[in-house]
């Protein structure tokens, strides 16, 4: 693993990844308090208490070399995009070594219904998979979703991921049994952005 951090914020075409800052409770606390969001992710929706407590954990993640062996980034638009004024925050994503090997990671993401149709979760995964294969040397990352998860999963079939499993009834969250889906790229059959 390259031992060097990649400079922050990436950039693609139309979008910012950026690290977190203590403000970016505020910012996404309006997408990450929402049912409809929450509805397939580990948590509940957020509180403002809750937004605060989990961006501060977020901080420190800036690179898969450092202590936390996560990167998180705030996914934001670049100024000057059609249809959409100034510079906004949609949404988030994460890569995190699994385990105690350097060369498997997992990766995730939230993205705002409402910038959903865009293209902007494809582009912005699409950099993060780039960054852990050519500057990590990764070989492999997985994305593990809540099968009902059909936005997410056609996410990951987008990128480049291949479903490897179905888990039947293997989590309880929220009061139910649900399956969880999982996807994989190997550094041998990842997309180019």
């Known amino acids: ?35 409809d969001v929450a509805r397939f992710l580990l948590c509940d929706p957020w509180t403002a208490e809750e937004s605060r407590t ?18 998180s980034l705030v996914i934001e638009t670049k100024d000057g995009l059609d249809d959409i004024e ?10 995190w070594l699994n385990g105690e090997s350097s060369e498997k990671a997992e990766i995730g993401w939230v993205l705002n219904p409402a910038a ?21 040397r990764l070989n492999r990352v997985v994305a593990q979703m809540d099968a009902r998860n059909t936005a997410s999963a056609r996410l990951a079939k987008r990128i480049g991921m291949r479903q490897e499993a179905h888990l039947r009834q293997d989590w309880w969250s929220k009061g139910e049994w649900t399956d969880t889906l999982v996807y994989g790229i190997l550094h041998s059959d990842r997309q180019q952005a």
């Open 1 to 35: 693993m390259n031992p060097q951090e990649p400079s922050l914020p990436l950039t693609t075409d139309r979008l910012i990844l950026r690290a977190y800052r203590e403000s970016d409770a505020e910012a996404l606390l309006p997408m990450y308090s929402r049912e």
């Open 54 to 71: 989990e961006i501060s954990k977020r901080i420190p993640k800036t690179g898969l070399s450092t202590e936390s062996r996560a990167l």
């Open 86 to 95: 100034g510079s906004i925050i949609i949404g988030d994503l994460g890569i």
């Open 116 to 136: 959903g149709g865009h293209g902007f979760a494809s582009e912005a995964a699409t950099a993060v998979l780039n960054i852990a294969f050519d500057h990590y």
